[in-house]
């Protein structure tokens, strides 16, 4: 090669270093706005002086009884849904939407992206466009939570929801979910990685690691505990019990339909406010479920949260019991025959379909680090009038339903961009 070729390769070579250098810092700068620390502390909560909602004189909905029942039945409007992480949430969410949306009630949203600041713990200060006493009906994006902050945002009648899972399936979700932006995961060299990890998790894991919150307890997490609490603490009973003080339905995503017939009849909605499309649910994955031994190390290392599923799980059945199981199977059936019939209306092919076949970008959902895995729909291109504007809406993904909803979304959009660019 000629010695001036030679030197402009050269040139080139370190031009595009020094490029790179600069654009890796950027990205991890860009991230460590978007990703803010971990706290494990509520030192830094909205100060006591500001003041808590102030919600509309005259405003009144019937009153909440301890027992989740309540007198008079008037549909319900001020909700707090916490959030958790891979338990049909996103589901959940697009139902919560679209009825605040049809109400024309106010949302307390987050600013700059779709979540809370999360990991960080939950305050009032995050919510877009906040001023001391702003008063909301609906809060539901990602969070942390922290009860009292949340508190001062809503009227004091207002109805507290989450949703549990199975922690051992929600672990394994949790895992293929996130685990590439997991770095303690990065070592695992198997093609089966979670067996892998279960296999001797403590060998992998450091509480203190980036991001590994996402792997063990992750509901407790989510809630504003501590993960990593000895199973054996009274404070475990003492946090399952307050979050039955605080919450007024605990749903369970493998009972998703009971849950939302137990929803509709607390909050006094329709038929037609909890119909719904499964969302963000992931793709069959090659490797094969959890099962026997590594079912029960999943369920071990995740005992917080599997202490706390098993409690909210017998008060469900409890509800149910209350709510009568015959009336039970027969709301059930008509959701689903609900359901049915706005599939054949509204889904092209009649069923989710791979990110990759999926026509409109408004219908493209978020995807994981490094994979298409989540599915998404087509919508039918002939729907009546009638139906169009459901259809889209039940249909619409969270991040675009939030840009449909007027969210400041910047961060999150630009991080989009930049995994487009790069391909991630």
């Not at 402009?8 to 250098?21: F, I, N, P, Q, Y």
């Not at 303690?184 to 089966?192: E, G, H, P, V």
Request: charged residues 25%; glycine residues 6%; proline residues 6%.
């Amino acid at each position: 090669m000629p010695p001036m070729l030679q030197k402009k390769r050269w040139e080139s070579m370190a031009k595009g270093l020094v490029l790179g250098a600069l654009f890796t810092s950027f990205l991890l700068l860009l991230y460590s706005y978007a990703v803010p620390p971990l706290h494990t502390g509520l030192t830094s909560m909205t100060p006591d002086a500001i003041a808590p909602c102030s919600p509309v004189s005259g405003e009144s909905e019937g009153v909440i009884l301890a027992n989740g029942s309540f007198r008079g039945c008037q549909p319900r409007r001020n909700i707090v849904f916490m959030k958790t992480h891979k338990t049909a949430s996103s589901t959940l969410l697009n139902i919560l939407f679209r009825f605040g949306q049809k109400h024309g009630l106010k949302f307390a949203f987050p600013n700059g992206r779709n979540d809370f600041d999360y990991p960080a713990f939950f305050t009032r200060s995050l919510v877009q466009d906040y001023r001391p006493g702003a008063c909301f009906n609906i809060i539901c994006n990602h969070m942390r939570f922290h009860y009292e902050e949340v508190r001062g945002l809503v009227p004091p009648n207002a109805t507290f929801i989450t949703v549990l899972r199975d922690p051992a399936r929600l672990f394994e979700s949790s895992f293929h979910y996130f685990g590439p932006v997991v770095p303690l995961t990065w070592k695992l060299s198997s093609s089966d990685k979670l067996a892998e990890f279960l296999q001797d998790p403590d060998r992998y894991y450091d509480p203190n690691g980036y991001n590994a919150h996402y792997l063990r307890n992750l509901l407790f997490f989510d809630l504003g505990y501590d993960s990593g609490l000895d199973p054996g603490s009274p404070q475990v009973q003492e946090h399952i019990l307050e979050v039955e003080r605080r919450f007024h339905l605990v749903l369970l995503q493998e009972y998703f339909d009971e849950s939302l017939v137990l929803l509709k009849d607390l909050l006094c909605w329709e038929l037609e406010d909890v119909l719904y499309f499964k969302l963000n649910a992931r793709r069959d994955s090659p490797v094969p479920r959890l099962s026997g031994d590594l079912y029960r190390r999943a369920t071990a290392w995740n005992m917080l949260d599997a202490r706390l599923y098993r409690h909210f799980n017998a008060s469900f059945w409890r509800k149910v019991e209350a709510f009568g199981r015959e009336r039970m199977a027969q709301e059930v059936a008509a959701l689903r025959r609900a359901n049915e019939r706005m599939r054949r209306i509204c889904i092209d092919g009649g069923r989710a379909v791979d990110a990759a076949a999926i026509q409109d970008s408004a219908m493209q959902p978020w995807q994981p680090l490094g994979s298409k895995s989540i599915l998404g729909y087509n919508l039918k291109k002939s729907i009546g009038q009638r139906h169009q504007q459901l259809c889209r809406r039940m249909l619409t993904p969270e991040i675009q339903y939030l840009m449909d909803l007027g969210v400041n979304l910047w961060v999150t959009k630009l991080w989009k961009f930049i995994r487009d660019f790069l391909r991630w």
